[in-house]
Nanobody, 124 residues
Framework: QVQLVESGGGLVQAGDSLRLSCAAS????????MAWFRQAPGKSRLFVSA????????RYADSVKGRFTISRDNTKNTRYLQMSALRPEDTAIYYC?????????????????WGQGTQVTVSS
């Protein structure tokens, strides 16, 4: 079992930047991929970005490509999501997820470990 804890959310203005962190603990040796999803009020949970445990491969949703960067620090078992040029439509709860498979899946059902989420609110 992998435990995930997100942090770094907050209230920012459009155009600002924010960095989210996801700290993993427990059976991390079995993790193949970690990802970020987000869920806005009344909407389904959507894929944002994913990174292989080694960090060699990344994937982004079209809506965040060029604005968000996913990275990792294996010494801290932590993944980051650097968000720049934030827009009001980026407002959501952001969740960290982990999967055993090394495939950079964009479907939430492919991930079996989830964090509690961190709120990101972007005002216009």
């Amino acid at each position: 079992q992998v435990q995930l804890v997100e942090s770094g959310g907050g209230l920012v203005q459009a155009g600002d930047s924010l960095r989210l962190s996801c700290a993993a603990s427990g059976r991390t040796f079995g993790v193949g991929v970690m990802a970020w999803f987000r869920q806005a009020p009344g909407k389904s949970r959507l894929f944002v970005s994913a990174i292989s445990w080694s960090g060699g491969s990344t994937r982004y949703a079209d809506s965040v490509k060029g604005r968000f960067t996913i990275s990792r620090d294996n010494t801290k078992n932590t993944r980051y999501l650097q968000m720049s040029a934030l827009r009001p439509e980026d407002t959501a709860i952001y969740y960290c997820a982990a999967a055993r498979s090394p495939y950079l899946a964009a479907v939430s059902g492919s991930y079996n470990s989830w964090g509690q989420g961190t709120q990101v609110t972007v005002s216009s």
